[in-house]
């Protein structure tokens, strides 16, 4: 049996350019990075459209306006109904800073699934997918960003 002679240098080409995927130092340092970027962007006040994707209550998967002060969520909007959220404490929606630690958690405890995008300019994690153990059935947690915009 022959095999395509381009076959091992694009395998080889594609293990390497993705090895920071499967690092978990490059990973953590890569999360540094960009909590570096959301610190010196200093925002203490602001406002993101939010939406969670997991096996939750209804309500913590629509698409929501969270404002956070000074790293305390203040208020929850669903963007649908322009109504504040009803069921489910404010509490449980996260801040950026939230974010980063449950992406940092995730690499630490070595998630079997971890896909992160972060904000070119400001560093928070716009997207998050956490698949934590291989073998637990709707346990994943996804969480999106769609715009983040400074309160003054």
């Given at each position: 049996?022959?095999?395509?002679?381009?076959?091992?240098?694009?395998?080889?080409?594609?293990?390497?350019?993705?090895?920071?995927?499967?690092?978990?130092?490059?990973?953590?340092?890569?999360?540094?990075?960009?909590?570096?970027?959301?610190?010196?962007?200093?925002?203490?006040?602001?406002?993101?459209?939010?939406?969670?994707?997991?096996?939750?209550?209804?309500?913590?998967?629509e698409r929501v306006t969270v404002e956070?002060?000074?790293?305390?969520?203040?208020?929850?909007?669903?963007?649908?109904?322009?109504?504040?959220?009803?069921?489910?404490?404010?509490?449980?929606?996260?801040?950026?800073?939230?974010?980063?630690?449950?992406?940092?958690?995730?690499?630490?405890?070595?998630?079997?699934?971890?896909?992160?995008?972060?904000?070119?300019?400001?560093?928070?994690?716009?997207?998050?997918?956490?698949?934590?153990?291989?073998?637990?059935?709707?346990?994943?947690?996804?969480?999106?960003?769609?715009?983040?915009?400074?309160?003054?």
């Amino acid at each position: 049996m022959t095999r395509p002679f381009w076959l091992i240098p694009v395998a080889m080409a594609l293990l390497t350019a993705n090895c920071g995927i499967f690092d978990p130092d490059s990973r953590l340092d890569q999360l540094e990075a960009n909590r570096d970027r959301w610190r010196a962007a200093a925002l203490q006040h602001y406002r993101m459209d939010f939406r969670a994707s997991c096996y939750c209550l209804d309500e913590f998967t629509e698409r929501v306006t969270v404002e956070v002060s000074e790293d305390s969520v203040v208020s929850v909007v669903v963007v649908r109904t322009g109504l504040p959220v009803g069921h489910v404490s404010i509490d449980a929606w996260p801040t950026v800073l939230e974010l980063f630690d449950a992406v940092e958690e995730a690499i630490i405890e070595h998630a079997h699934e971890l896909e992160v995008t972060y904000h070119a300019q400001l560093g928070y994690p716009e997207f998050v997918f956490i698949d934590r153990n291989e073998m637990t059935v709707d346990e994943e947690m996804e969480y999106r960003v769609f715009a983040l915009e400074a309160v003054q």
